[in-house]
């Protein structure tokens, strides 16, 4: 997981200037990567083995919730309030960053539960 986490959050950092943005919007969106990769590692790792593939991803655990969202909130400041852009030298992200990161989000998520169903799978077939 922390493989994979350093090589999207390094991907979108390469992505970003390779679309001609500067070095702080790449540092923003390689930040904005690694908050959101864990914060989705947050909901997959509720259950070490049993999916988060369940009605109760967001609301079984309230206080993981509350602090998601406050995250997000956080994250958001940091990333669009002119003062926090000036203390971090953090730029606005468009849309298509946004995009990316997101899609790197759930497929973290979505490859997280790949292996905790293989692990469920392998545990079955040892019993």
């Not at 914060?39 to 009605?55: E, G, I, S, W």
């Not at 109760?56 to 309230?62: H, K, S, Y």
């Not at 899609?103 to 490859?111: P, T």
Request: aromatic letters at 12%; zero cysteines.
């Amino acid at each position: 997981v922390s493989l994979l986490m350093v090589l999207v959050t390094f991907a979108v950092f390469e992505w970003e200037l390779a679309r001609g943005n500067s070095i702080d919007t790449a540092r923003t969106a390689a930040v904005n990567m690694l908050v959101v990769g864990e914060l989705v590692y947050l909901f997959n790792v509720r259950f070490f083995t049993a999916t988060a593939f369940d009605r109760t991803l967001f609301t079984g655990n309230t206080v993981a919730s509350a602090m998601a969202l406050i995250l997000i909130a956080l994250q958001l400041l940091f990333t669009y309030a002119p003062t926090l852009q000036h203390v971090f030298q953090t730029t606005a992200l468009d849309a298509a960053s946004w995009a990316l990161i997101v899609a790197l989000g759930l497929a973290k998520f979505l490859v997280v539960e790949a292996e905790k169903w293989i692990l469920r799978r392998n545990r079955i077939r040892s019993l």
